[in-house]
């Protein structure tokens, strides 16, 4: 199950995989694997880096909001990995905590 990292999310990038939620049920699920700027002057307010339970490294990241994140405001968040499938285990990872 997705999970907190401390691999480095460095070369992960978008494979066309994204999922909503909020951003307070992210920083639930996952309140050590989270950078946040939330100030809108950025291209991310938010940042998760995490890992799927194959240990393949991925990210979670709003992007081009440019303006401060409501924590109950539904966003739609990228994943970004080194490759198409270790995104869309994270998504489904992510999902299947999301629903529980």
Known sequence: MAKHTKQSGSGTS????????????????F???YNEQNDGEDKVNFDFTLENENGDVFTIYDWKEYRPLEMNEIIEWHIGGH??????QGKAEVLELLNK
């Open 83 to 88: 490759n198409e499938q270790t995104c869309l």
């Open 14 to 29: 978008f494979h066309g995989v994204v999922f909503s939620a909020t951003p307070q049920e992210l920083v639930d699920l």
């Open 31 to 33: 309140p050590d694997s």
